[in-house]
């Protein structure tokens, strides 16, 4: 297996440290809303998960690995992230991801990006890391991508089995089944257009917006 893959494979981990594991994504609001009980009831919501990052996180890596312009990019990631701690938890993450690598090895275009966030000039969004790390490696995008997907999908479903509380068995079926749309999502994303970037999310970011006001949790988002 190529080295940069390795590289990838081990900076999209949920343990890499940039504090990934405490984000729920508003997957407790979902379970204590009694919305997300069982197997099927995760892989409809991981299924409709992944639909939406076509148009969000999957889609601003993509235009990030393409060259689009990071601050205009930032700003825009920044406008469309309605809930407070989905914002405030992809800055901390892209914080803590863009001083790790940076201190791993040479990415000049990370370094850049980080240099921006210092400056104040951009907040810095980890799903825009991502794509200019990809970039940075070399690494096939659609596949770069695809890991990206089963990174996020893989949390969630992690979380899900101790929410509910759910067999790991079955929350490794309902990962499995969502995950066969990972490449469509992929191609989806990379088409995006600038004008559709945000959609399809309300439904997420009302959860969202209310696992703030949860009167116990254990998640961050």
């Keep these: 297996m190529d080295c940069r893959l390795l590289r990838l494979v081990q900076s999209l981990d949920p343990l890499f440290p940039i504090g990934s594991y405490t984000l729920s994504n508003g997957m407790e609001t979902y379970v204590q809303k009694n919305l997300v009980q069982t197997g099927e009831d995760l892989e409809k919501h991981l ?43 992809s800055i901390r993450q892209c914080t803590r991801f863009l001083k790790l690598q940076t201190e791993l090895d ?14 104040g000039v951009c907040d810095g969004h980890y799903c825009i890391a991502v794509g200019l790390f990809i970039k940075e490696t070399g690494t096939d995008v659609k596949t770069a991508l695809e890991l990206y997907a089963y990174s996020i999908l893989s949390s969630m479903a992690n979380h899900a089995a101790k929410l509910i509380p759910l067999r790991q068995l079955d929350g490794q079926k309902a990962l499995l089944e969502a995950e066969k749309g990972i490449p469509d999502a992929v191609r989806t994303a990379m088409n995006v257009e600038t004008e559709e970037l945000g959609v399809s999310g309300c439904g997420f970011d009302i959860r969202s917006m209310q696992h703030e006001k949860l009167y116990s949790r254990l998640y961050i988002s």
């Design 106 to 119: 040479a990415y000049p275009e990370l370094e850049h990006y980080r240099n921006l966030t210092v400056q």
């Design 47 to 89: 299924k409709s998960y992944l639909y939406m990052l076509s148009y969000n996180d999957l889609a601003f890596a993509a235009k990030a690995w393409k060259g689009e312009e990071v601050t205009q990019l930032d700003a825009l990631c920044g406008a469309l992230r309605s809930p407070s701690e989905m914002r405030s938890g």
